[in-house]
């Protein structure tokens, strides 16, 4: 009896994962993906930030960041949407799953951001100052 426990014990396996240390070509594309993401929102942060402050409105216009965070932000959205549209598995089969979901996330709230900026900016602007 004891060795029928033993033999059913070595004949189970436990289910094949993904090395979390092995950053394998399935990881990397969407990783990079989701930091161009990240930094996107950040600049779209940034730039947020920038438009709600009056005292920074003429130094903003010269470090207009809003095609870069345009352009990063629909590129961490698509590139994302393509690497989740061709991986294999779920979340942690090391597929990128998660990195390209974190990549079309930070990408929408990039542009996000970046309209919110735009529309906190036009509106500010064109009060014409008075008070």
Known sequence: MITAGIDHIALTTPPTTA???IMGSGRLGPTITALLGL???VLG???FVRARRPDDRLSSDARDHRPTILVLGTSAV??????LASADGGPGTGNGVAGSAAAIVLGFVAIGLDRFAAMHRSHSSGSGGAT
């Open 39 to 41: 930094a996107a929102a």
């Open 19 to 21: 090395a979390i240390t």
């Open 78 to 83: 698509l590139l994302g949407g393509l690497f």
């Open 45 to 47: 942060a940034r730039a």
